[in-house]
């Protein structure tokens, strides 16, 4: 089945360790993102990317960065976690052809990696 | 992006059918209405998305009055499973997506 794949689906960091998070989808979808969802909140975007073009929200701190090195592969990048990146981090796809040619604009979401910070 | 009220929680009863209104006075002439759902430790899943007037799938169906300045959806015979947050978002077709607080719906057996 064609789907949004997070891996790992659970990841403990250090304090300031670098940490990668990946994302691959097998939908051939142009449009991917990734949101940050802190425990009882509502996930807050941080970047997305139309095919390789990187859009950055304003409020992302310089700290988490993003790949994407080609259509199917995306990943998040948090050069220095803090205790307060502790979250459970999202990737979602979209077509822009669904939105434009079908009229219906859906996000597909994988099943989110859980990072803590010790 | 046009901002979105909703009841922060609800309860219902099993069997019983669901409604959540989300209102949204400056939603754009070149906007849609689309809700998610999330279930804890989960990715936000599609569930409906419209314009105007109704729309009906498997899941739910979505009630747009004429002036479009909120939405309904409407959750036939709910049960244990349906409890999940919904998120009701406004936008463009191709807007990148702003989740707001979502409403926290609690089935009871």
């Known amino acids: 089945d064609a789907m949004v794949i997070q891996n790992p689906r659970y990841q403990v960091t250090q304090f300031g360790k670098p940490v990668t998070l990946s994302c691959s989808q097998t939908?051939?979808?142009?449009?991917m993102y990734w949101y940050q969802q802190k425990s009882s909140q509502a996930p807050k975007l941080l970047f997305h990317?139309?095919?390789?073009?990187?859009?950055n929200e304003a409020d992302t701190p310089d700290n988490f960065q993003s790949r994407r090195p080609n259509t199917s592969f995306c990943f998040l990048d948090i050069r220095s976690p803090g205790l307060g990146d502790a979250a459970m981090y999202l990737c979602?796809?979209?077509?822009?052809?669904?939105?434009?040619?079908?009229?219906?604009?859906?996000?597909?979401f994988g099943p989110g990696t859980r990072l803590t910070v010790t | 992006l046009a901002k979105t009220t909703q009841p922060i929680s609800m309860d219902s009863y099993e069997g019983q059918e669901v409604n959540i209104t989300c209102s949204h006075n400056?939603?754009?002439?070149?906007?849609?209405i689309t809700w998610y759902q999330q279930f804890p430790s989960q990715g936000p899943r599609f569930i409906i998305q419209?314009?105007?007037t109704k729309v009906t799938n498997e899941v739910a169906s979505l009630f747009i009055p004429a002036d479009r300045k909120s939405s309904t959806l409407s959750l036939p015979r709910v049960s244990l499973s349906d409890t999940a947050v919904y998120y009701c978002?406004?936008?463009?077709?191709?807007?990148?997506?702003?989740f707001g607080k979502g409403t926290r719906l609690h089935i009871l057996p």
């Open positions: 400056n939603i754009a002439t070149n906007d849609y």
């Open positions: 419209g314009y105007k």
């Open positions: 990317y139309y095919d390789k073009d990187f859009n």
């Open positions: 939908l051939n979808h142009n449009v």
């Open positions: 978002l406004v936008g463009e077709l191709d807007d990148k997506i702003i």
């Open positions: 979602a796809t979209s077509s822009l052809f669904e939105g434009t040619v079908l009229g219906l604009y859906e996000q597909y």
